[in-house]
């Protein structure tokens, strides 16, 4: 199921992040999952949030650059070999990963993983085919 | 005290200044014959050659700059045919195109005598040997010492930069007596030799060290590891590179030599030629070079001159160690640097119409200076991924190597982190003490 990234160019240095994280809390903006990936220079934040256009703007008006991604959610169940299961659907149908960050569900027994994939569309039509579909989007902030 | 040619360079200022009318009305003529872009600024300013009789009618005439050699790349402001140019030197300009000089035989042998004056000013003969490590190739500076080392009649190693192990046992090996190179690779030497405890076999007497600012604390290091006297010189391949002014043993300012070019010092805002003795932008013209002549040039750099006859008996005019720059000009690691040179960067890497804002922190660590280009992060440049940043990051640092011809270390930072001033971001930060 296709749900809005927002990703947050943060600069690596102390004190960077929370910030970001501050005014979007404050801005009622709830997170349902977040990944940091970095370098020893710069970061890149990756969150899933309920309020997409809400949180651009609060982060836009604060200067701070700010892109929206589509990226695949898939609820999974949240048990030994879950993830490996939805990874190795993927490869099997030669979809690349380019990244992905998974997190444990408030749902008891869900989890939620987050894919970014060179082929969105054709990832999509197989999870489905797989079981993996049946997520509509408001649910999944959720899970 | 040995002065090469005692009969110009102790000449009285009013055989000086004589000798300086004749041959600037003659100038004058050939550059309006030969060179359009001249000529048109002559016309526009209602000027005809006629008009020019000596020196006190200099102030009168049209400036020219950096900008020139630009618009007339490659060779548009040579005044004779390129069958008569013998050789070439080319250097970074303001933005991504080379300014290129030319000179013609007499202009290289005119440019040899200069640097063996100096040479001989500094003490040395024909029984030195002088090792010369400024790079070689399109840099004025290797090519221009060498040349002035053989018209003394001393012996030359022709070493180039770079390779400092080998520079050291050469100059060892050698007995090298002088050494030609920058400042800082004068210290860097220095320490490595004292590091190696090699200085008892050093035979080193004189340094002659220009092409970037350096300071009296510096010099005194560099003295005390290299057991030399140290001497700054002063050259702009424009004017002629290495050459166009050096210190004599007195050490009392630098002298410019008169008969082939001649100083002035103006008001860089409002381009008056200012009193004797005051700090100004530095101005050249060059009266003797066929190739290349440059009237009025503006050097932007900001110096003063002195006009009293000197300990040593030259009579030449000494200008004072540039304190600055009247353009946004930085040496750093003795290439000139501009910021403009950056934005062009940053504008072809984000492909936008807007030029990032950034950031240039020049710093002096171990007696090498260090380049960091600070880029804010923007819309255009950012992406999803890790690696597209990455990549972001990897061609403005090799835009910048490639229009500079050194490395800068490139940080993305968060956007409006960098200082700005009435709204207006601080583009340099150069905390080099000299
Ligand atoms: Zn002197």
Redesign the interface.
Known sequence: MKVK?L?V???NRKG?LAPVLSHLSRGGVDISALSL???S??G?L?LIVDKVELAQKILSED???V?V?EVLAVVMNDHPGGAAEVVNILADNHVEI??MYACAGKTLGKALMIV?VDDPAKAEEILCANGFGDTKANEIYRI | MSIRNPEIECMPREQIVAMQNERLVAQVKRCYENVECFRKRMDEAGLTPDDVHGVEDLSKLPFSYKSDLRDYYPFGLFATPMSEIVRVHASSGTTGKRIVVGYTKNDLAMWADCVARMMEAVGLDERDIVQVSYGYGLFTGGLGAHGGTEALGATVIPMSSGNTSLQIQTMVDFGATALCCTPSYALYLGEEIERLGLKDQLKLKAGIFGAEPWSEDMRLQIQEKLGLKAYDIYGLSEILGPGVACECECQAGMHVWEDHFIPEIIDPDTCEVLPEGESGELVFTTITKEGFPLIRYRTRDICSLNYEKCACGRTHVRMRKPSGRSDDMLIIRGVNVFPSQIEEVLLRVSGGDITPNYQIVVDRVNNTDTFDVNVEMSETLFADDIRSIEAVEKRITSGLRDMLGISAKVHLVNPKTIARSEGKAKRVIDNRKY
Do not use: L, P
């Open positions: 990234q990703s160019f943060i600069e960077n990936a970095d370098t220079d710069f890149v990756r200067g701070v650059i892109k991604t380019e990244y970014r």
